[in-house]
């Protein structure tokens, strides 16, 4: 099992970023996936989460309305469009699955909203 996140980086308030998480190495389309992100010194926070098909979607209340989860079962990928940034949205942001009764956890790639 890989996952590789990419899309991070630095970006102004109020602007956006697309992050990809590459999935392989399990049938991808079989199991929800889900967006964490951590900043220093804390725990790791559910960002969101997504279904096998997509049809069923769920947002942490800091990111309603800003936050898009999406996913590619074609392409093996899930996404998060990030809309209007804000500084506490600084974090790295890790894509992440349950299989069978194992965590998986990419490398995490990293965001940062600052002026």
């Known amino acids: 099992v890989q996952l590789v996140e990419s899309g991070g980086g630095l970006v102004q308030p109020g602007g956006s970023l697309r992050l990809s998480c590459a999935a392989s190495?399990?049938?991808?389309?079989?199991?929800?996936m889900r967006w964490h992100r951590q900043v220093p010194g804390k725990e790791r926070e559910l960002v969101a989460y997504?279904?096998?098909?997509?049809?069923?979607?769920t947002y942490a209340d800091s990111v309603k309305g800003r936050f898009t989860i999406s996913r590619d079962n074609v392409n093996n990928t899930v996404f998060l469009q990030m809309n209007n940034l804000k500084p506490e949205d600084t974090a790295v942001y890790y894509c992440?699955?349950?299989?069978?009764?194992?965590?998986?956890w990419g490398q995490g790639t990293q965001v940062t909203v600052a002026s």
């Open positions: 992440h699955a349950w299989i069978g009764t194992s965590a998986y």
């Open positions: 997504i279904s096998t098909n997509g049809g069923s979607t």
């Open positions: 190495g399990f049938t991808f389309s079989s199991y929800n």
